[in-house]
């Protein structure tokens, strides 16, 4: 285990972020965590169905601000949030941003993740988002999977 | 740990495949591969730097039909991967399917992950590709983390 | 005639499925009918006017799944089915998948071909979606041809 | 056959233009064309094959050009071709223009037809693009239809 | 400033189309309008505030009919201007035509030109549309800066 | 003139931005500097003629790196940079980021403005780009405006 500890301390904040939506509800999670909290990252989890695309960015919008991931009366973090949303969101809709409008809905559990990178260059805060889930027709098993991942400076 | 082989057993297809290239060249990835192994999934894991897309979608699609995860003489087999391919790098590209064309290149970890789904009205075969890795200027370090996925019927 | 007739042995799907919604309401599209029949090809022929992306989506689906050419439990053939007419969408858009939202409304016939193609490497079943009509200002007239085409492995 | 050429009649100059492509080398294509020459329209058709979107555009610019379809010394009149063809070309690319990029390829055909249309309203001349073909991968066979359709005043 | 007056005559119609709208409201706009007058370019300047993007393309079309920029009874004029409108939202909406769907609105100021073009092969008239303002998040001060260009033969 | 200068304190930085650009070479842009500097905010105004979209990225980049808008050992500036660059091509492009791919050129003045803006919520410096120029055939005259605009926290 204690491999496996220092191993992540080789992840970068995206993996983090991507185990964490990915590992969700399961027990390895704990271990993401873990090294998010010894180092200090400030991190959430929550989960959105929808068929409106602007549901989707409420609710990670609404999530990170309520969880104080970022701070709701700054338009720069609300900025660096709100891109790396929709950088998020490109990779579950792949190709064109819509959801009801061609039909499709999804069921997502999304992660958010803040903090310092040291890495040479780096410098400051960074912000990262990860959304998984499924997406397809409004019908029951009739869906697939679908990841998305943004990320920005803050 | 048989808790979280039970919970892999709920991982769907999609997942599975993310955490193969999420953790690879980690002690965790080896519970991944049991699982795979356990379902009769083909898959595999490859990677390729490249300022070029050309040389993305290539690398992903020769390591496929190399380690015989799709049939290179069936086009039907081809066209399935290639366009899980696609979506993959949407996500990994997030707007514009292009690196060098604007000035980034990217350094990724990609797996192709084949088999049968069971649930209810979606038989037979299905494609699924995670691409993980880093996307940036083409200097050492000017770059951030990328992910994406694509998936099909095959 | 009977030249025609030959000719008609060399055309593919694609060009079938095509002529099938050009010529509908024509004397000559029957040629066109008995080829596809010739050959056990599952066809059909519908209309949609609509502001709302969703509701051409869901016409084409709708007479898909009516006339049979698509198993409406099958959640691989509603796949297949959905990224063909997404294509061809495209082509009836160009750019960006938007009607209304954009301010523009559309007439559309639509053809939806299933069959075997015997050409070395295709194998197993394809379909394949055309798209034809009008799109345009919602005021009669100002409108202007457009065309779209669609086409997947099922 | 009188029958076939009244429907012609109704035919839009888009409808025609897709026809002359898509009968190109079959004996039908001459009612077509006779039903383009009693309007007064011109037209041509041509061909390219290619792994560069450029060559395509610079194609089909050509031989609107050498053929006297457009003024080539009008940019007016280039401006109005290329448009078109740019609509054209997101029919055959779905989503992305691009083909080598993404390691495919395209064998076209393509018409040009540019006419007086005199319903209410519309007034001078407009020109349209069909292109019709195989877009895939480098490999004979590897490769399915593809159509997209401009259209634009001049 | 008969300095800047011959500078003014050296300005592109699409650059006087920019300069109206963003010096909308201050006193050196007056140079810009004598320029627009003394070349007999029709031209006008709106406000739209939406968080839906038909009432934006509703907005700049309107203002230009009952302003006779475009004669609303030609489609011609109407095609070309609507062209022009929506490759001016593309600067503004950066990636995708999207406003309230991905939870965003604008508040724009929009200016629309029209006249002919002396250059050697333009000949005839051309249309421009400038559309500048800010796009953000429904909350205020939540916004930045947007501008968008379009550009088209009538 | 006094007028016009407190017209100007209430210029956002991306009005600003666009008027050094696009007045560029004029007695005019001598009052945009001005304000510009009396905010303490960095500046540059560099040109780049190109067919291959990656010049117009790298000419961006280098003249805000020597001009010293950004500092070239800082990833967080690089990228804050680069989204906004991004930004503004995809005004001049308008809904593909391509130029020689599908045979066009562009001649672009570009300006780059870096600052703090005031304004309650916004807090710390934001960076703005604005291209102005031609895009059009590779042939002298050929060509028409184009614009567009990025705008970023840094
Ligand atoms: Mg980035
Ligand atoms: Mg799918
Ligand atoms: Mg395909
Ligand atoms: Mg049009
Ligand atoms: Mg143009
Ligand atoms: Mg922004």
Redesign the interface.
Known sequence: MS??VK?KNNF????L???LV??H????VKEVEQELDSRGYNYTVGKVGAM???KV??AV?TSAKNNHIINA????E???L??AI??A????S?????L?????TVGLTFSIVRGNID??????E?I?V?V?GTI??PKK??????????????
């Open positions: 491999n496996q191993q970068s904040m995206g993996k972020t991507s185990l990915l590992l509800n399961t027990e390895l409106e695309l602007s960015v409420a919008e009366n700054s338009y720069r609300v900025h660096a709100y891109h929709l950088e969101i490109q990779g579950v792949r190709g064109t941003l819509q009801g409008d061609i039909l499709r890495s040479s260059g780096y410098g400051g960074w990262s990860c998984y397809g027709a098993g009739f869906e697939h999977d679908a990841l998305g991942f943004g990320f920005n400076h803050i």
